[in-house]
Structures are given as C-alpha cells and as structure tokens.
C-alpha cells in the first residue's frame, strides 16, 4: 500500500549534493516528507508547509463524495484536481463544514451540483464573522444572508472575529498577510503583541503567535477531542476525557531542523542579472508563502533554534555566489548538532525523574536539554549528533528524527511512565518492549534501561543501520536491543518468545498512520499495552477505533480499551499537536 521509506519518487539528488537537493518539478504543497516516503500533500512539521485548506479564503465542499451530474466545463481545472484524501485537512475541515451548517444544507448543496458554485458576484464585498476555529488552524465562517449555506476559511481569524473582504473567483482576494491586517481583533484571545517573527501572516509555517501559550494548549486538546469524536468511529463512552496538553519547555527557537527552498530559477531574469554575490531581489530563499504556492523570502525563523539561524546566512550568501548552477528548484536542510565528539552521558538517575512542572494551570515539561554551544549543519549527508537524556542519537542530516528536542526526555518520560504505571506489581510489570515503526531507535535506545528485551522494526534500511549504530555508541547490547529492517507487521513473528501478557507495543507510524496488515498482527499477538504515537491525530483515532472494534469483534476472552489520550506540544506557534494513545488489554 505504501511506497517503501526509501524511495523519494519527486526529489532526486544531482548537482552541489553536499547541500542542496534539486526538486523536479515545482513543489506542490510541500516538500519531501520527514519520513523521506514522498511528497506528502504538505508536512506538517515543517514551517514551509502549505494546505490547500490554507489556499486563500476557499470553499470547502467535498470534490470526491459528488457523483457530478451539471457540466464539468463550470469547475476551473484546480477544482476538478481537487479529490479530497480522507483524514486530510480538507477531510477534517469538511467535517466542520456539516457541523456548521448541517448535514441536510451539505447534502442538498451537493445534490444540486451548487458544492463548488460560490453564491459570491465578482470583486464583491462581503464581510464574514469566524464562527469556528478548525483543528487545521484557520477559521470558519458562514456567508451572512441572503447567500445560501456557504463556508469560507479565514486563515488567521479567530472565532468571532470579523473581517471585511472584496471577494475574487473562488473567493480568493487578498493575501493572507493582508487579511491579518482587516480582521477586526477579537481581544478575549488575541494578542498580537505576542507576534515575534516578521513574516507571521506571510508564512505558510506558524498560525498560533497572536496567541498566548495556554491557550495554544487549549486549543490541542481540543483538536484531540474532535479528533476521536469525528474519525474514531467509537462510541463516546469509550472514548476517555482528552488530558491536558503536555507544554513544550522552549516555545520559540525549538525546530532542530529547518528545510528552507527556492524555486527554479526564471531564465529571463538570470540573463538580466548581474549576479555579484549578493541575492537578486526576485530570487527567494524560504517558505511556502501562506495562501500562495510562491516562496517567500526569509532571513531568519523564530521557532527554529539559534544555531540554524546562524547558519542560514552564511549558508544563503554561498547559493548566491552560485546562484547560476542551479538547473532546478532547491531544497535546503539546516540541522542543529552537537559537536563531533560528544559523548553518552552514564546513565544517571535523573533521567528517571518524573518531567512536569505545573506553572499554575499550565503544564509544561521540564526540559533536560543541552546547554552545550550546538552548530549547525547543512550538508545533507553529513552526521548530525543530538543528545536525548543519557543517550546520544546519530542520524544524516536528512533523515527523519523529532524537530523539538527540548520536549523529548518529557516525551519518552511519559510514554514509559504509561507503560510502566506506578503501584504496578512486580509480576506484572511489563519487561520487553516492541518499538515499532522504531526510525533510528529513539524509543527504543531511550527506554532501554527500563526493560529485559527490545525489539524495534523501520522500513528504511538506512535508518536501521543508523538504529544499530546508535545502540552501539550508546553501549546497548544486542542481546538487550535488536532492530531489524522491514514492514512493521513483520515484527510480531520476531518477537513470539516475548511474553505478551509483559510486553509493550509502540506505535509511530507515518502521518498517513498504520495499517490493516499492521493492525491485524497487532490484534493477533495481544500485547499487555499498546501506545500509538502520532503526529496526525486524524489517522491515530482512526487506526485506535480499528484497533478496539477488531479486538472485540475476535472474541477471545479479552479486548482493547483506550486508557489515555495525551497532546504533546512538539511545535509551538502552530496548529499541529502530536498524540499520545494509550490502550490497555482488558478481560471482555
Ligand atoms: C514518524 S516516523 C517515527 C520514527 C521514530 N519512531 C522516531 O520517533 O524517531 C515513522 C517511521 O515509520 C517508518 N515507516 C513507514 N512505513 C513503515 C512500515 N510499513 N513499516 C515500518 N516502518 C515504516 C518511516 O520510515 C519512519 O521512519
């Protein structure tokens, strides 16, 4: 079903390898995935990323569920491309579009064909009012009367806010930058002193700074809550109360990893240039503009830690000293490190220490982050260093690896401290652990100390290398740790002397999530716990409410609950929360 980890259909390496990668044709909605699969419709771990949800102000009916009957000569050709994936953000804010006007008005507006006619005259003013904040990050409005049922997105808006807009075909006008300047502040949760990067509004990255902090966490839980509610498919008694999210300690200069592009370069103006070493002023080096497919230029990144800002420059003024070698558009990636010979810490105790802080009603983790001067690297082939805790991870540069350091001995706390719950008796404490979809082993090297026996599975041949490599400098044995290349329903025939009632499975798949192969080994082999780990909460409920209904559904004598679900901040100022889901074997 998926392509193998390793295979990057759209991207390929050709020319100044060390730094750059060349991408074929002009990137979509995003770059090359963190999980190095593909071209993801956008990534959302990264500042560029770009949704066609965030396109401009869009209608947002559903393309795929309409079975067309008018004229197909009305949609404009991006419309008629337009197939919404489910478990997208089109998918989750067409959710929010039925709850908004109702499933009847959606089904009607769909059977008349009117799903994608905009009830807007050209160049006509409309003044809209937010009605719901989406999980995607931007808000939803209702065109006032007299128009029929329509939805509008409002990027930047929050709920109550108003905004007034001259609406262009497809009720696109004005850039989004603009936008955030005629929204009518809603003052009980906006505070646009809380602003810190220059580009806010004009880059596709950040959606969250006008906000406090609290309210950022609030605000995941509650993308948490809808998650379940709209994509689990479990009744709501089987769904437990969504805990607080978990704060990241660093809410500004947190990425450890920034991958800023430009695009190919106009033959036209390349002739008219005299290129001198400094940046032509068409030419830009950055992020997805919000609302637009255009990169915006960008010096420096807020969110994105120290080290990668000052790299950037140096690494910016050495692509305009060769600006005429570049054949096609570019992909850049900035990785902060440690230096080269930084070694494990032994193991201390500390590590053992439960990680939050309450800071009054606001919960964030405490961090245990390095305070050694970081570098940065842009080569892409070159290894970066990053310390987790007591154990030291290698990875290439271009390899996936978490963007937010200074949550991660909060994280991997908390993942073990669910596995291995306080009050637990002795006989049984679960004492081996499956890492699935396990990357270069960061759960499983991290968590090792806990356990008798770990097994990790990864599709990317390189990054189990790096995994091996990694248990190695950390002085884990193999008897201890094991990793092993392949499908990660392919782990459980490996793991048949682990005693399941004792056994831990974790989960970390791709935003797309798991799969029925996966989810069915996992069903047959009926480990203890299972925690599902997930950057797309969509997908994760998904996959957990398969999860419960198959296990029942087997009639064996026992089930799967869920215990606990759980928001870690992994990258303040945006709309993105990664999951944490617990779930546990039950008698039935
Ligand atoms: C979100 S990353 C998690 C990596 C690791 N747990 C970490 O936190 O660093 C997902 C990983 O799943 C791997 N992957 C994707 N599909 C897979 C499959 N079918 N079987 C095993 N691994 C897969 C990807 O290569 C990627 O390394």
């Given at each position: 079903?998926?392509?193998?980890?390793?295979?990057?259909?759209?991207?390929?390496?050709?020319?100044?390898?060390?730094?750059?990668?060349?991408?074929?044709?002009?990137?979509?909605?995003?770059?090359?995935?963190?999980?190095?699969?593909?071209?993801?419709?956008?990534?959302?771990?990264?500042?560029?990323?770009?949704?066609?949800?965030?396109?401009?102000?869009?209608?947002?009916?559903?393309?795929?569920?309409?079975?067309?009957?008018?004229?197909?000569?009305?949609?404009?050709?991006?419309?008629?491309?337009?197939?919404?994936?489910?478990?997208?953000?089109?998918?989750?804010?067409?959710?929010?579009?039925?709850?908004?006007?109702?499933?009847?008005?959606?089904?009607?507006?769909?059977?008349?064909?009117?799903?994608?006619?905009?009830?807007?005259?050209?160049?006509?003013?409309?003044?809209?009012?937010?009605?719901?904040l989406s999980s995607t990050g931007e808000s939803l409005a209702i065109a006032p009367a007299p128009y029929p049922p329509w939805v509008v997105l409002i990027p930047f808006a929050l709920p109550g806010e108003t905004v007034r807009v001259r609406i262009h075909r497809n009720c696109k006008m004005y850039s989004h930058a603009e936008l955030l300047e005629m929204i009518t502040p809603n003052t009980e949760m906006r505070d646009d002193s809380l602003i810190r990067c220059k580009y806010f509004g004009q880059c596709?990255?950040?959606?969250?700074?006008?906000?406090?902090?609290?309210?950022?966490?609030?605000?995941?839980?509650?993308?948490?809550?809808?998650?379940?509610?709209?994509?689990?498919?479990?009744?709501?008694?089987?769904?437990?109360?969504?805990?607080?999210?978990m704060g990241s300690p660093l809410q500004y200069s947190y990425r450890t990893k920034l991958t800023p592009h430009f695009d190919r370069l106009p033959k036209a103006k390349m002739a008219d240039t005299v290129l001198d070493g400094s940046r032509p002023d068409w030419f830009k080096i950055g992020f997805n503009g919000s609302g637009t497919r255009s990169v915006i230029d960008i010096e420096e990144c807020p969110i994105a830690a120290p080290a990668i800002n000052e790299g950037f420059g140096p690494l910016r003024e050495r692509i305009y000293k060769r600006l005429y070698t570049y054949k096609q558009g570019v992909s850049l990636v900035l990785r902060e490190s440690l230096p080269t010979g930084t070694r494990p810490r032994s193991h201390s105790p500390s590590f053992g220490l439960r990680p939050q802080i309450p800071m009054g009603r606001l919960e964030v983790a405490e961090t245990t982050s390095d305070t050694e001067k970081k570098v940065c690297v842009t080569d892409q082939r070159a290894t970066v260093r990053e310390r987790v805790g007591d154990t030291i991870f290698e990875y290439p540069a271009s390899a996936f690896f978490q963007n937010n350091n200074s949550i991660l001995v909060p994280f991997t706390s908390y993942i073990r401290d669910m596995i291995l719950p306080e009050g637990t008796s002795p006989q049984s404490k679960v004492t081996h652990l499956v890492d699935a979809y396990c990357g270069n082993g960061l759960f499983a090297l991290t968590l090792a100390s806990s356990f008798k026996r770990v097994a990790g599975i990864e599709l990317d041949v390189s990054a189990i290398q790096w995994a091996n490599r990694n248990a190695q400098m950390n002085k884990v044995s193999e008897d201890k740790v094991s990793f092993l290349a392949g499908h990660a329903a392919n782990i459980f025939e490996t793991v048949q002397d682990f005693p399941r009632d004792k056994t831990a499975v974790i989960i970390d798949p791709p935003r797309r999530g798991s799969d029925e192969k996966f989810i069915e080994q996992l069903i047959l082999f009926g480990s203890q716990t299972v925690v599902y780990v997930s950057c797309n909460a969509h997908t994760q409920a998904r996959d957990i409410g398969m999860i419960i209904k198959q296990s029942e559904a087997l009639k064996r004598g026992n089930k799967y609950v869920l215990d606990s679900v759980r928001g870690f901040d992994l990258f303040p100022q945006t709309a993105h929360v990664e999951s944490i889901a617990v779930l546990r074997l039950v008698p039935s």
């Open positions: 079903m998926d392509p193998p980890a390793t295979s990057q259909p759209q991207v390929r390496l050709q020319m100044d390898p060390e730094e750059v990668q060349h991408i074929d044709k002009k990137p979509r909605l995003g770059f090359a995935t963190e999980e190095n699969d593909a071209i993801h419709e956008y990534d959302d771990h990264d500042p560029e990323s770009s949704k066609e949800a965030m396109e401009g102000l869009t209608s947002v009916f559903d393309q795929s569920r309409v079975k067309r009957s008018r004229p197909q000569k009305k949609l404009t050709k991006k419309m008629k491309n337009m197939v919404i994936e489910p478990y997208s953000a089109q998918d989750v804010i067409f959710r929010d579009v039925i709850s908004l006007l109702g499933q009847e008005a959606v089904d009607k507006a769909i059977q008349e064909g009117k799903d994608w006619e905009s009830p807007f005259q050209f160049r006509e003013e409309v003044e809209l009012t937010a009605s719901i596709a990255g950040c959606q969250y700074q006008m906000l406090s902090y609290e309210t950022q966490l609030d605000l995941k839980q509650e993308v948490l809550v809808k998650a379940y509610q709209n994509f689990s498919d479990l009744p709501q008694e089987l769904i437990p109360a969504i805990s607080p999210t």
